[in-house]
């Protein structure tokens, strides 16, 4: 029995101790905001927060999450409308949109721990976070808009 | 603006959607006493090639367009959305021509019906097939409108207007909101194309202008529903062990072991493909649980043994060579003109090279899956495709039932970029439905994703120029050879056949020219990637000119521009279809503006390049459009490559969004850096060797251009293609600028070789 909060809402898991968190949160409770796009910790769609720091879903097992916390997108701001948020649309960095959940949700960390984050800042903690689309420049430009810069 | 969820595929969905109820098909849709339009769709039909529309003169009856009671006004989206805006652009037409106040349009997505006309989002065609036709149902429900006020009021419809979601009649002040009108305007007759009248260009509001993207918020919010969220009641997941070498059959396994892992349920084999490979199933054995991880779990622990196939012995390394061999033998000919041997024999000067480009995958962030559910007799689907009608012919064939009876329901596509136009995954997922009796979710892992793609053709090109004292080309002979796409259909099939992508119609003038294509045989499945024969051809064909100029001591922008030579249109229709007007000539004096422009935009006059400092340039056309990009690349001691800065100019024709077109070739410029830099799927043992995205290299962000500036023309020539044309350009301006800044000229992708 495993009992942790998604989203700040108490849960209860009693299934594989070994399943990746991925699996639970978008099958198990059906919070599908976070995406599957590797199962390996190589492109970062799964990005979510557990305890607030950036961590990918597909490698967190369900054994490990015993009192933590985990926010998904979906749990970003209520009204999803968190300054990253607000600089996507703004700056339209979507194409496709798949990636991008797990793209705001590694930039969130990064400002949490860096408000005003450099070029090799952000370079570096969004090197793991693969968009096939290649909206690499706007997100640069969104988080640097986030952070209060003009972007 | 509102848009729905592009399918109904939450929780609370059902699986009763059915395609003909009391109301028809539209029934699904509108609700009652919603006032429907029934345009005229007139349906383009392509060459082979790719890139002539042909005026077929086809006309299919469809729906695009209707009013609500309350007058918010639907709009169908009817191509897929994966990335290029479509689902947005498209509707701004018809919304533009009927002057709806764009926050009460509610834009829906389309199941799959031929009724629309081409749901084939593929090839950059959405705009230039269906502009006219959305232009053309926004225009006759705004001329219904006014007549349905006119005939209220008692006063000649001349004297109505709409304007901004209602009529107005100027002479008595009178206005009605549409809502006001819905009913009367419903029972006006459909007006002819002919009687529409088509709004100036000075009154427009959405058409190149901005207008937020649909579904913006739902994705930056995780609300947006993609194909792996799709999800119905009692669904069950799959996920499928297909055969690892192409061709190859299940002969026997042993599933003991998989059904052991908690939450499996059972296993299924689907059955082996027949030749040729088409868009079915592969074949193999699925596990099935009440969750994805499960089926993962008992996948592994699968015991599957193959009976040997006829593509066992594929391998990369001996495949090139074949290649090469074959490009250095006459081909079949494509293009020819003057005589290119003679001038060869007397040619005081030749140049010759060599270019090759390896297999690619895909991969969208989004691995293939489709939530398919049979019951009596029929079956509905969920799925992130980008021809959904091709879904309800493959599900149909597969299934042994009516295309009728097969719905489909387009979610989001994470990506597409080609793969999702070949419906494989959503045969397994209806086959898997039939057979177990429940909905089933088909779960692509991105291993699977890899391994049972239809890859982009690995290509051999060889080149040969004759050129004059002053190093200008008086010979050209262009040879390819890659394995066919035709693969597909045709299990004979032995010719690449896309000359007409980059190779045979080179824009130069030169007076001895011949292009040719070698045979090449599939032994993988192959299927077209994101620009297609363009993306090997214009490495070849751009990296071989700059070849050329380098000798000739010239500068780049300055050689090219000679070589285009005058001003001219170069037909290149097959022989039959000359005999119609050609809306897309292949225009010289395009092809240099934008050469001019893009040389103009990044400043080239005044670039030196050197010491690991370098700028290079391609021109490009293709689908239609016209693009020039200039790269300029940082290459370090260690021969680490960077590339601060791309410029792009753009001839799209008649653009509609110029916010998603810009996007577009932004990210064609990263798509074009992962094909040039790393990517490459190669097979050894008929195996593919690359599993996941440490195998299978993409640009990440400190490895894409950090820069890319992109400048769209305004031009009213027809509308051509976004999607694609920015991709071709990037791998030979980037190999020609790193020759400029070391010396160094790359003959063969990606440049990192693992």
């Not at chain 2, 239809?454 to 390819?480: C, I, N």
């Not at chain 2, 070849?547 to 780049?556: C, V």
Request: glycine share 8%; net charge positive.
């Amino acid at each position: 029995m495993i009992r942790l909060t998604v989203n700040s809402g108490a849960k209860v898991f009693d299934g594989d101790p070994e399943m990746p968190l991925l699996w639970y949160l978008r099958d198990v409770i059906g919070t599908d905001g976070t995406k599957f796009g590797c199962g390996a910790g190589l492109c970062g769609a799964c990005t979510v927060h557990v305890n607030g720091r950036a961590a990918r879903a597909c490698q967190t097992r369900m054994q490990t999450l015993e009192g933590k916390s985990v926010t998904t997108i979906e749990g970003l701001s209520p009204q999803g409308n968190h300054p990253l948020q607000a600089a996507w649309i703004e700056l339209e960095v979507p194409q496709c949109g798949y990636c991008q959940s797990g793209q705001i949700m590694q930039a969130a960390a990064l400002l949490k721990d860096k408000p005003r984050p450099t070029d090799r800042d952000i370079e570096q903690a969004m090197q793991g976070n693969i968009c096939r689309c290649g909206t690499y420049q706007r997100i640069r430009a969104a988080i640097k808009r986030a952070a209060g810069g003009k972007a | 603006m509102k848009s729905t969820k592009s399918a109904a595929t939450k929780a609370t969905a059902t699986n009763s959607v059915s395609l003909v109820n009391r109301r028809g098909f539209l029934g699904t849709m509108f609700s009652a006493g919603a006032f429907v339009l029934a345009a005229r769709v007139p349906v383009f039909a392509q060459s082979a090639a790719g890139d002539y529309p042909v005026d077929q003169a086809a006309w299919h009856p469809s729906v695009y367009l209707g009013l609500e009671p309350d007058g918010t006004v639907l709009i169908v989206a009817h191509r897929s959305e994966m990335g290029t805006g479509i689902k947005t652009s498209l509707p701004a037409v018809a919304a533009e021509e009927l002057d709806a106040d764009w926050k009460r349009v509610k834009i829906v997505q389309a199941v799959g019906n031929e009724k629309y006309g081409s749901q084939d989002t593929d090839g950059s065609k959405s705009i230039r097939e269906f502009y006219q036709p959305l232009r053309e149902a926004g225009a006759a429900a705004r001329l219904m409108l006014e007549r349905a006020a006119a005939a209220n009021w008692n006063v000649p419809a001349s004297e109505c207007r709409v304007k901004n979601h209602a009529v107005a009649h100027e002479k008595s002040g009178r206005t009605a909101d549409f809502r006001e009108l819905v009913a009367l305007a419903a029972k006006q007759p459909v007006p002819n194309a002919d009687e529409l009248k088509f709004k100036p260009e000075s009154e427009y509001r959405y058409v190149g202008k901005p207008v937020q993207t649909a579904d913006l918020k739902d994705i930056v919010t995780g609300h947006g529903s993609f194909g792996q969220d799709a999800r119905v009641p009692g669904m069950v997941y799959a996920s499928i062990e297909r055969a690892p070498v192409f061709g190859s059959t299940v002969k026997s396994f042993d599933d003991s072991q998989a059904k052991k892992v908690p939450g499996v349920s059972q296993t299924a084999t689907i059955p082996a493909y027949a030749p040729p490979y088409g868009f079915q199933a592969l074949g193999g054995v699925a596990v099935i649980a009440d969750n994805t991880w499960a089926a993962l779990r008992g996948r592994g622990k699968l015991s599957v043994e193959w009976n040997q196939s006829e593509h066992a012995a594929h391998d990369s390394v001996a495949y090139r060579k074949l290649l090469e061999e074959t490009v250095l033998k006459p081909g079949r000919v494509e293009r020819n003109e003057g005589d290119v041997d003679k001038a060869f024999a007397s040619a005081a000067k030749t140049h010759e090279a060599a270019y090759y480009v390896p297999q690619l995958a895909h991969a969208p962030m989004e691995p293939p899956a489709a939530v398919a559910s049979f019951e009596n007799g029929k079956v509905t689907l969920w799925a992130p495709t980008q021809n959904p009608q091709a879904v309800q012919d493959t599900v149909a064939k597969a299934l042994g039932i009516k295309k009728e009876d097969v719905v489909c329901h387009v979610t989001l596509l994470g990506g597409g970029f080609g793969r999702k136009s070949k419906p494989d995954y959503c045969a397994e997922a209806a086959i898997l439905s039939k057979q177990i009796g429940k909905p089933v979710k088909v779960v692509w892992s991105r291993e699977d994703d890899l391994h049972f793609d239809y890859f982009h053709s690995v290509a051999a090109m060889y080149l040969k120029a004759a050129v004059d004292e002053k190093g200008r080309p008086t010979a050209w002979l262009g040879r390819s050879a890659y394995p066919p796409i035709g693969s597909q259909n045709d299990v004979k099939a032995r010719y690449g056949g896309l000359g007409m992508m980059g190779w045979a119609d080179v824009p130069w003038e030169i007076p001895n020219l011949r292009t040719e294509n070698g045979e090449a045989e599939a032994h993988t499945r192959i299927g077209w990637l994101r620009s297609v024969g363009n993306v090997f051809h214009a490495f070849g064909v751009h990296s071989f000119v700059d070849e050329l100029a380098a000798q000739a001591g010239r500068d780049r922008v300055e050689y090219l521009l000679e070589l285009i030579g005058s001003p001219r249109e170069i037909e290149l229709r097959p022989q039959e279809t000359r005999n119609r007007p050609n809306p897309y000539p292949l225009d010289t004096a395009r092809v240099k503006r934008v050469l001019e422009m893009v040389a103009d935009k990044s400043g080239w006059a005044k670039k030196k390049s050197g010491n690991g400092h370098g700028f290079g340039v391609a021109v490009h056309r293709s689908f239609l459009t016209y693009v020039a990009s200039v790269v300029e690349v940082e290459v370090d001691a260690k021969g680490n490559i960077r590339i601060p800065r791309v410029d792009t100019v753009v001839d799209a024709g008649k653009v509609v969004n110029f916010e998603r077109a810009t996007a577009q070739f932004e990210g064609a410029a990263v798509f074009g850096t992962s094909l040039t830099m790393m990517s490459q799927i190669t097979s050894a043992n008929g195996m593919i060797q690359q599993g996941n995205f440490h195998q299978y290299r993409v640009a990440r962000m400190s490895e894409a251009p950090l820069q890319t500036n992109i400048t769209i023309l305004k031009n009213d020539a027809p509308p051509a293609g976004i999607g694609e044309p920015g991709v071709p350009p990037i791998a030979p301006a980037i190999c020609n600028a790193i020759f400029a800044a070391t010396g160094k000229r790359i003959r063969e992708l990606p440049i990192q070789k693992s």
